[in-house]
T-cell receptor, first 113, second 113 residues
């Protein structure tokens, strides 16, 4: 049963704390992406990765970091430098980078205490 | 600069009737368009896509129309069902943009029984 999993479903962050959101896929996709959704807005691209050990900044990368050590995994760290982290975070993957359909995970809701 | 716009935040239709969701774009380099459906607190689900070499693509109850000269696309759902009630996002990408999807703000569709 292939798909994309994200954990946790809800995450709470304290001031000055870094938190890491997990994204795993077993679709054998090369490309993976992180998006952020705010209320009443579309999805905005944070980071994307074309292949293992490679990743690029998206439109709103400030305050975030990623790694791509394995094909299946693309974790996102929300650092203390991200001043407005409360949002719904979505991970996606596609076969390759380019004109490809992206498939999304269930999302993680991040809240600040 | 909003390159992909969904100007109607919400739409309400009666069950069995047609739902028409609209999307406008400004970037003439976009050559691949997608529609996603999203329920609250879940990830978007891919519905249907269209390449710029076509002006229509149909999949069951869903049809997407593309008018390149007007930089406009629409999603038709016929017949509409209560289970179609969700937020619908259109997205666009260009071959020269490394597959980055640009999303509209979304339209909330309510199908009344």
């Amino acid at each position: 049963d292939g798909g994309i999993t994200q954990s946790p479903k809800y995450l709470f962050r304290k001031e000055g704390q870094n938190v890491t959101l997990s994204c795993e896929q077993n679709l054998n996709h090369d490309a993976m992406y992180w998006y952020r959704q705010d209320p009443g807005q579309g999805l905005r691209l944070i980071y994307y990765s074309q292949i293992v050990n490679d990743f690029q900044k998206g439109d709103i990368a400030e305050g975030y970091s990623v790694s791509r050590e394995k094909k299946e995994s693309f974790p996102l760290t929300v650092t203390s430098a991200q001043k407005n982290p409360t949002a719904f975070y979505l991970c996606a993957s596609s076969t390759h980078l380019g004109k490809e359909t992206q498939y999304f995970g269930p999302g993680t809701r991040l809240l600040v205490l | 600069d909003q390159q992909v716009k969904q100007n109607s935040p919400s739409l309400s239709v009666q069950e069995g009737r047609i739902s028409i969701l609209n999307c406008d774009y400004t970037n003439s380099m976009f050559d691949y368009f997608l529609w996603y459906k999203k329920y609250p607190a879940e990830g978007p689900t891919f519905l249907i896509s269209i390449s710029s070499i076509k002006d229509k693509n149909e999949d069951g109850r869903f049809t997407v129309f593309l008018n390149k000269s007007a930089k406009h696309l629409s999603l038709h759902i016929v017949p509409s069902q209560p289970g179609d009630s969700a937020v619908y996002f259109c997205a666009a990408s260009s071959s020269g943009n490394t597959g980055k999807l640009i999303f509209g703000q979304g339209t909330t569709l309510q199908v009344k029984p």
